[in-house]
Structures are given as structure tokens and as C-alpha cells.
């Protein structure tokens, strides 16, 4: 969800109590919506604690995994060794892939 448009009084006053554009999205995204417009209750906070320490559980368990593709497609997927990741990180370097 897009958070709504902001007035130029709303621009000045969150620079002015610190609150930048992005958290204004943040709030609307992750608040409860109430009467007028949007409050993140420590329940929302701790909801969305919850579904990011989940989140990065998985992705710890991804780490070192490889999906090999030809022509957009999937065809094969496995754990790469610490010597194959090398290589590969190597040659991506040599190409220009990656920093």
C-alpha cells in the first residue's frame, strides 16, 4: 500500500518531530488504521518482529544454496561447496556481475 499524499504542513511537521517520508510509508503499511489515519501499536510492532526474524531464519538456511538456469528456466538446484562458491563468485567478478 501506498501511503497518501502529503500536504505541505504534513512535510513540515514531520521533518520537524523527525519523522522521515519512508517511516510515514512504514506506518501506513504496518499500523493499525484508526479513526483518521494510522497507529503502530506495539502489538504491529511486535508482529512484524516476529515475520522478519522468520524471514531471515529462512534466508540463513539458504545461504550457500544455487539454482542453475538456462533460456529463464530452472533447471537444477543444489548446495554448492565453499571451493564451487568461490568460482563462481570469481568468474561473476571477471564477467562484471558482481562488485
Do not use: C, W
Not at 67 to 76: F, H, K
Amino acid at each position: 500500500m501506498n501511503a497518501p499524499a502529503l500536504t505541505q504542513h504534513a512535510i513540515t511537521r514531520a521533518a520537524q518531530r523527525g519523522i522521515a517520508h519512508s517511516d510515514i510509508e512504514l506506518i501506513a503499511l504496518m499500523g493499525t488504521e484508526v479513526e483518521d489515519g494510522y497507529l503502530v501499536r506495539e502489538k504491529d510492532y511486535v508482529e512484524a518482529e516476529l515475520i522478519v526474524k522468520a524471514f531471515l531464519q529462512r534466508l540463513r538456511h539458504l545461504v550457500g544454496k544455487r539454482v542453475v538456469l538456462t533460456s529463464g528456466r530452472i533447471i537444477t538446484a543444489y548446495h554448492a561447496s565453499n571451493s564451487h562458491q568461490r568460482r563462481l563468485r570469481r568468474r561473476a567478478r571477471e564477467s562484471g556481475s558482481i562488485d
